[in-house]
């Protein structure tokens, strides 16, 4: 760890445990404070700033559950861990509900204990790095108004950087909100053309009888309301560049004609025969798959070959997950400055939300998300009730424990297959608690034997089944028999 080490605090009634989890929270570089009940815990948390408590479920004066919705209110930076010995699934979906990042089962693997420990630190030392970003680390990531630390992002800044004294003509592939504009700014800044114009155009908001007056202009008297001569975007470009956002909304009547200018490098205003000479770098950008496009007909195939002499992919951000911590913090600084608001930062949980999401528009959506937050937040530090209430349903994904400490099953998400772990070591320690009877293991976990052996086939815990699961199901209705006579039913 770099600078001040890490605040861990355990909370636990039996001494054992405190002694255990300190000397492994020491050895994995935090400073600590142990408290024996939950009272004590939350009086210290009113006075002093933790990074993570790790918190004993069944304690005699207040429960885990409710010091972990204390610490909630109190300090929402502080993670939380649950540790017991008597866990059910209903336990794991409050806690998880209340924020808990993790769960440890008593008595405690070692081995977990210290992965888990480490992966706090490391997300602890991250999220510090994140917001001490000082001027210097801010310009090493940011390229041309856009943020990005991954291989995906450094990949496109490099190729920017080849294209941009070269190319005449590119294409940029991208989803809504990936950042395609910004990628079009970026090889004209850094391209020969920097000192003169550059025009952007939509071509899904000009009316479709218009785009050949907006392109190549028109002179006076070509059509009703044309009174006077009026240049088109290409000689407004002449020398610079021509941004075509959304170029697969071009319609099918100026195709043509944009692929005359790209070609000869001329134009005709409407209403004249005259040519003009342009020399611009085009950038066409869209959305859409231009190849299913053409194979439809509905753009001109010959017209797209001449486009796609380059063509810049822009990543979603779903592809880019590992930066969505730098873009939040850029963000966050840049709202809270305009709005005036002294917000510094997300707690872990509105972080691990944020990180969840699925983010179908992309960097403009995460922007917009935190804009909202930052709005109605009103301490230093955006919550996941902020964020709850300013992401769209259909972005919030279940929050996943740590990557380093989870394991999930192929095809469930992590709330569920943190949920299923739950379950899994509560059947497998009452199974060991009964010396692998599974009668007994069904009377401590309140089940039925037949309910016992769905779970374990649900579980994947059939390897511990020793009899057919029929011939088991007869047992059982044989002893409930036998069990009714004996009581004179």
Same mark, same amino acid.
């Given at each position: 760890m770099t600078g001040q080490q890490p605040m861990l605090i355990v909370v636990d009634d039996e001494q054992g445990i405190l002694d255990v989890v300190s000397r492994f929270a020491r050895r994995a570089g935090f400073d600590?404070?142990?408290?024996?009940?939950?009272?004590e815990a939350i009086a210290l948390l009113q006075t002093r700033h933790a990074d993570v408590a790790m918190v004993d479920l069944r304690m005699p004066d207040i429960g885990g559950l409710d010091v972990i919705? +204390?610490? &909630?209110?109190?300090?929402?930076?502080?993670?939380?861990?649950?540790?017991?010995?008597?866990?059910?699934?209903?336990?794991a979906v409050e806690a998880i509900k209340l924020g808990a990042m993790d769960y440890l089962s008593k008595p405690l693997d070692f081995g977990r204990l210290e992965q888990l420990l480490g992966a706090i630190r490391d997300e602890i030392e991250r999220r510090r790095s994140i917001l001490a970003l000082?001027?210097?680390? +801010?310009? &090493?990531?940011?390229?041309?108004?856009m943020i990005g630390r991954g291989p995906a992002m450094q990949e496109l800044f490099g190729m920017i950087r080849r294209l941009a004294p070269h190319v005449r003509t590119t294409l940029i592939t991208g989803e809504t909100g990936s950042g395609k504009e910004l990628v079009a700014r970026a090889l004209h800044e850094i391209g020969p053309r920097r000192e003169r114009r550059f025009i952007t155009i939509n071509c899904s908001a000009v009316v479709e009888t218009l785009f050949e007056s907006e392109l190549f202009g028109h002179v006076r008297g070509a059509f009703t309301g044309a009174t006077d001569n009026k240049p088109g975007l290409f000689e407004l470009a002449d020398g610079g560049t021509l941004f075509l956002d959304e170029i697969g909304e071009l319609p099918a009547s100026v195709q043509a004609k944009l692929l005359r200018v790209l070609e000869l490098g001329e134009v005709h205003r409407v209403g004249s025969l005259e040519a003009r000479r342009v020399n611009v770098h085009v950038i066409a950008a869209t959305n859409r798959d231009l190849r299913a496009e053409v194979a439809a007909s509905r753009f001109r195939s010959d017209l797209y070959y001449r486009l796609n002499i380059v063509e810049v992919k822009v990543p979603t951000l779903r592809d880019r997950r590992e930066d969505i911590p730098y873009l939040t913090a850029a963000f966050v600084r840049e709202t809270s400055e305009r709005l005036q608001k002294p917000v510094v930062g997300l707690t872990p949980g509105a972080e691990r939300l944020l990180s969840a999401g699925e983010w179908d528009g992309n960097v403009r959506e995460l922007k917009n998300v935190l804009e909202r937050?930052?709005?109605?937040?009103?301490?230093?530090?955006?919550t996941e009730r902020e964020l709850s209430v300013s992401m769209p349903a259909s972005t919030v994904r279940p929050r996943a424990t740590p990557p380093e400490t989870s394991r999930p099953a192929q095809g469930t998400?992590?709330?569920?297959?943190?949920?299923?772990?739950?379950?899994r070591d509560h059947i497998q320690r009452a199974l060991v608690r009964a010396g692998g009877n599974k009668k007994a293991?069904?009377?401590?976990l309140g089940l039925s034997r037949r309910a016992l052996y769905r779970r374990l086939e649900r579980l994947d815990l059939g390897g511990t089944i020793t009899r057919r699961r029929d011939t088991v199901l007869q047992?059982?209705?044989?002893d409930d028999s036998r069990l009714g006579v004996r009581a004179g039913v």
């Open positions: 600590v404070m142990a408290c024996s009940g939950g009272g919705r +204390a610490i &909630r209110e109190i300090d929402p930076r502080c993670q939380t861990v649950l540790m017991t010995g008597y866990a059910t699934v209903d336990t000082d001027t210097d680390v +801010a310009k &090493r990531l940011e390229f041309c108004g937050a930052c709005i109605l937040v009103d301490g230093d530090f955006i998400t992590p709330d569920k297959d943190l949920l299923v772990t739950v379950e293991a069904a009377k401590m047992e059982e209705a044989t």
